[in-house]
């Protein structure tokens, strides 16, 4: 199998503060993982995709110094939300890929952001 | 670009019977993946089968087995002898095998809803 870990499962914060949520591939190597929020009862949506040793790259919409990504091991990926507000809040969802006949995504637990 | 569609937002199904669920997909990539997750409650992405674009034979994991129907671009996911905890939110996805980004584009997602 493939496990990837997410943490903090859930984080309240005021309004104003920034929130790092970290996104950690335990049992595999990945030198690409990607960055999904998910409002209620809708798809996932893909904010960025993390390389390793590189810059992110944001979906058009998405705002660079919003969303701060940072992939500095092959195993870990951090999404930052600067200066959080309540539009903020939301479940975001990290993914790992693991390089392989099917190059699959595997998933964390994800993390439920709200922002006071 | 690819574009993903699930017409089924909810469905139900009596335990020990078998479900299935549609997907149906729209790319112009010669090749590509078809990924089926499952989303229970508590979030997490949970993957369930993979079909390669040129595999010859539908993809079957345990219960589930993958529909794949490559003329009619569908891929459609059975449960077989469905349980009260195949309870949740199923994704179907797609990921074109030409390029490096590798990202996964999501159907909207179907409720499945185990009844005894």
């Known amino acids: 199998g493939a496990v990837v870990s997410q943490h903090p499962s859930w984080v309240i914060c005021k309004s104003g503060t920034s929130v790092k949520i970290e996104c950690r591939s335990l049992d595999f190597q990945a030198t690409t993982m990607f960055w999904y929020r998910q409002f209620p009862k809708q798809s996932l949506m893909l904010m960025a995709t993390s390389n390793e040793g590189s810059k992110a790259t944001y979906e058009q919409g998405v705002e660079k110094d919003k969303f701060l990504i940072n992939h500095a091991s092959l195993t870990l990926s951090t999404l930052t939300v600067t200066s959080a507000h309540p539009e903020d809040s939301s479940f975001y969802i990290c993914?790992?890929?693991?390089?392989?006949?099917?190059?699959?995504?595997?998933f964390g637990p994800g993390t439920r952001l709200t922002v006071l | 670009a690819q574009k993903i569609t699930q017409t089924q937002p909810g469905m139900f199904v009596q335990e020990k019977e078998a479900v299935t669920l549609d997907c149906t997909y729209d790319?112009?990539?010669?090749?590509?993946?078809l990924f089926w997750y499952k989303q229970p409650s508590s979030g997490e992405m949970i993957f369930l089968i993979y079909?390669?674009?040129?595999?010859?034979q539908n993809a079957t994991e345990g219960r589930y087995s993958l529909n794949f129907q490559k003329a009619r671009k569908s891929a459609n996911l059975v449960i077989s002898a469905s349980q009260l905890g195949d309870s949740a939110m199923y994704f179907c996805?797609?990921?074109?095998?030409?390029?490096?980004?590798?990202?996964?584009?999501f159907g909207t997602g179907t409720r499945l809803q185990v009844t005894l």
């Open positions: 790319t112009s990539d010669p090749s590509y993946g």
């Open positions: 079909q390669g674009s040129y595999d010859q």
């Open positions: 993914s790992a890929r693991k390089r392989g006949l099917t190059d699959t995504q595997y």
């Open positions: 996805a797609m990921r074109p095998n030409t390029g490096t980004a590798s990202k996964l584009t």
